[in-house]
């Protein structure tokens, strides 16, 4: 047998193939292309998710247009807002004190400030709680300042 010496193309293959045949050829290339090892070209961590991304240096993150999650880069995990990847290291690094503390806080009424995740418990006076790395945020929904608008911060509600 003569060996052939030419490629076929993509456009050689669609004039042979049904689409269903086709529609196997593209994922069998993509998937090929992607796990090539190139580094890249990625999947979606979230699993089932068919999106494919291509990594820029100049990004630390990825939110997939698919599935909508939201990605560190450098940690391959869920993004973590407003925490350096050593800080989100670090506060994945639970001893069983900690998950007992947590256990604790689910059960009383404690509450972490939105900034610098400080436990706090209101015992008594308004919702304005004032931490200790200086900002003021809500008890009761979590936001900063008094979004309700009913407390003065001083522990006295306002008359509307």
Not at 42 to 49: Q, R
Not at 110 to 124: D, H, Y
Not at 126 to 152: K, L, N, V, W
Request: contains cysteine; proline residues 2%; charged residues 30%.
């Amino acid at each position: 047998m003569e060996e052939c010496k030419s490629y076929l193309t993509v456009n050689d293959v669609e004039a042979y193939v049904d689409s269903d045949l086709m529609e196997k050829y593209y994922n069998f290339s993509l998937n090929k292309y992607v796990e090539s090892g190139n580094n890249m070209t990625s999947w979606c961590p979230t699993a089932g998710c068919s999106a494919v991304f291509e990594y820029d240096e100049a990004l630390d993150n990825y939110r997939c247009p698919v599935c909508r999650k939201h990605y560190c880069l450098m940690c391959r995990t869920d993004y973590h807002y407003g925490m350096s990847c050593a800080e989100y290291r670090i506060s994945k690094t639970f001893s069983e004190e900690d998950r007992k503390f947590e256990d604790f806080v689910r059960g009383a009424k404690f509450k972490q400030c939105p900034k610098c995740k400080f436990w706090v418990e209101r015992v008594a006076g308004c919702s304005s709680m004032a931490c200790r790395c200086g900002i003021e945020f809500c008890y009761d929904c979590g936001g900063t300042g008094c979004p309700h608008g009913r407390c003065t911060g001083s522990g006295r509600v306002q008359k509307k």
